[in-house]
């Protein structure tokens, strides 16, 4: 797929058209004659939100009525779900090429439409016979909008394109090793992107124990991948405005001038912290019936992070972030680690192992520890898959958040989020839950015997390690991988979170 911004006559424009319909203001350019115009008129007195397809000519008008007066956020979602309707249509007829007439639109309502396209656009269909149909040229009729936006947010769906895949991949196909190596090799294409993967010997003499427990049990390596891109140090450049490129359609421009809480310095970065279980078998504690499938899914964090850091690389984001990934499968042998072993972590906390099938937290604190110790984060800010409690608590429709000593960021998350549509909801970590992530023989236990607040204890057990750094835990369980088709996602990893932080790492400068 690739967009032209083009100004083209709608009237005499021979070929395949969305035509995107706020208010009347948009009707002079309309292509219709007076019967159909009325037909139109008096559907959008019943309800606004509807496609009609018009197919009287040699080519197809994909007539899409939106509600102009829905709050932005709001209507812009909307316009999303509603190109995934009208990608499913022009996919079903083979209609490839497709002009975007958005006459009479707000900017970002036309960005909202076209990225619900493309996003809608992606499928997991490498192991298919059968190739599936996909958009061609899109060309788009927005003066308004820029050609180096639009370049810019295509390189950020890019890498959307790229986590979902990743997220799809089954283990066979994609262990820890594979994965480093894949990140080591887009980061050495990318210009200011550093990349470390540390293998099994180097992790022994860091003593990350939790990485090493959960690793125990696989025939496969695990690797602790350091990816550092900084877009701000002195011989890379300095302010965003000497980078065009780095502003995205979206978020829209009422975020601009909100004030950074924590902007990135070259001396304080923000890490990112991305669970990478490769696969959760669930270890001795061994997920039965139907749980373990989808668990391909369980390093959809890791996923997440490596792709938001080679975005704001892509875009030359004037902003400091360096992702740590830790990346093991928690599968089964002779050798797997057990409840009741007493871990001892990266930081010199034990921990003692009640259920071996809370290994995300496991791996994790020693990633966060490892970067609150050696990075002088601003703010530690961690994607993980961690509890099926978040699910129960707020289904497929946002992220489970919380945070300890980061109001600030939280609350600039909150915003963006709302912004951008990848929402998230802000659980409390009162002290009371401190108790319940205490061990008996150790100085904490990964599992909590009340089965009560799982998402806020996980949160809990995972800010240990942080210490004093601020630090966001982000549960994206529900939201990384859909079981069902949803929004502008068809079955499967969705890159839920790569536009939030995107849009969070342009409140740090903007
Ligand atoms: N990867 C799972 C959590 C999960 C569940 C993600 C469903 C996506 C969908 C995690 O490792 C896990 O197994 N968590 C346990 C924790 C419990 C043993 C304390 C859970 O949520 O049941
Ligand atoms: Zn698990
Ligand atoms: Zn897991």
Not at 12 to 40: C, H, Q, T
Not at 238 to 263: C, D, I, K, Y
Not at 376 to 396: E, F, K, M, Q, Y
């Amino acid at each position: 797929m690739n967009y032209i911004l083009d100004n083209i006559n709608a009237k005499s424009w021979d070929g395949n058209m969305v035509f995107l319909y706020g208010d009347e203001s948009a009707e002079r350019a309309l292509p219709l004659n007076r019967k159909e115009l009325e037909m139109i008129k008096a559907r959008r007195e019943e309800e606004k939100d509807f496609v009609e397809v018009f197919d009287r000519l040699p080519w197809r008008l994909y007539f899409v009525s939106f509600d102009s007066e829905r709050e932005a956020a709001d209507a812009q979602e909307r316009l999303r779900c509603t190109a995934m309707k009208v990608l499913k249509m022009l996919t079903a007829k083979g209609d490839a090429d497709v002009a975007v007439c958005a006459e009479g639109t707000l900017p970002e309502e036309v960005s909202a439409f076209v990225e619900g396209l493309t996003l809608a656009d992606y499928s997991f269909d490498r192991y298919m016979s059968k190739p599936v149909h996909h958009l061609g040229t899109v060309t788009i009729d927005a003066m308004y909008l820029k050609q180096e936006e639009l370049d810019a947010s295509m390189r950020l769906w890019n890498r959307i394109f790229w986590c979902r895949e990743w997220v799809n991949l089954p283990v066979a196909d994609l262990n820890a090793p594979a994965f480093a190596d894949e990140l080591a090799a887009i980061a050495a294409d990318l210009e200011g992107v550093t990349c470390t993967v540390m293998d099994k010997k180097q992790i022994e003499s860091l003593r990350m124990g939790g990485l090493l427990a959960v690793n125990k049990g696989s025939v496969d390596e695990p690797r602790f991948v350091v990816l550092e891109y900084n877009g701000i140090s002195s011989e890379f450049g300095t302010r965003s405005s000497e980078f065009p490129g780095a502003a995205t359609m979206t978020p829209n421009s009422e975020l601009r001038g909100v004030p950074s809480a924590q902007p990135t310095t070259p001396n304080s970065p923000i890490c990112l912290v991305g669970k990478g279980i490769m696969y959760d078998t669930g270890g001795l504690n061994i997920k039965t019936g139907d749980y373990m499938c989808e668990m391909k899914s369980d390093m959809a964090g890791a996923a997440t992070m490596a792709s938001v850091l080679f975005a704001a690389a892509d875009n030359k984001l004037p902003v400091h972030i360096v992702a740590l990934l830790p990346l093991t499968d928690s599968r089964l042998n002779g050798n797997a680690y057990a409840p009741d072993d007493i871990l001892t972590m990266y930081d010199g906390t034990t921990v003692e192992v009640n259920n071996t099938d809370a290994e995300g937290r496991l791996i994790l604190a020693d990633a966060i520890a490892y970067a609150a110790k050696n990075y002088n984060p601003s703010v530690i800010i961690d994607a993980a898959t961690l509890t099926g409690a978040a699910v129960r608590a707020i289904s497929t429709f946002g992220i489970a958040a919380m945070q300890q000593n980061a109001d600030g960021p939280m609350t600039m998350l909150k915003l963006v989020g709302n912004q951008v549509y990848e929402r998230l909801v802000e659980f409390p970590m009162w002290r009371e839950y401190d108790e319940m992530v205490k061990g008996e023989l150790a100085d904490l236990r990964n599992s909590t015997r009340s089965p009560q607040a799982g998402t806020i204890t996980a949160g809990k057990f995972l800010a240990h390690f942080a210490g004093k750094v601020p630090f966001v835990h982000l549960d994206i369980a529900g939201v990384a991988y859909f079981s069902k088709p949803q929004q502008y996602y068809r079955i499967g990893g969705s890159g839920y979170g790569i536009r939030l932080l995107y849009a969070f790492l342009q409140m740090q400068y903007k």
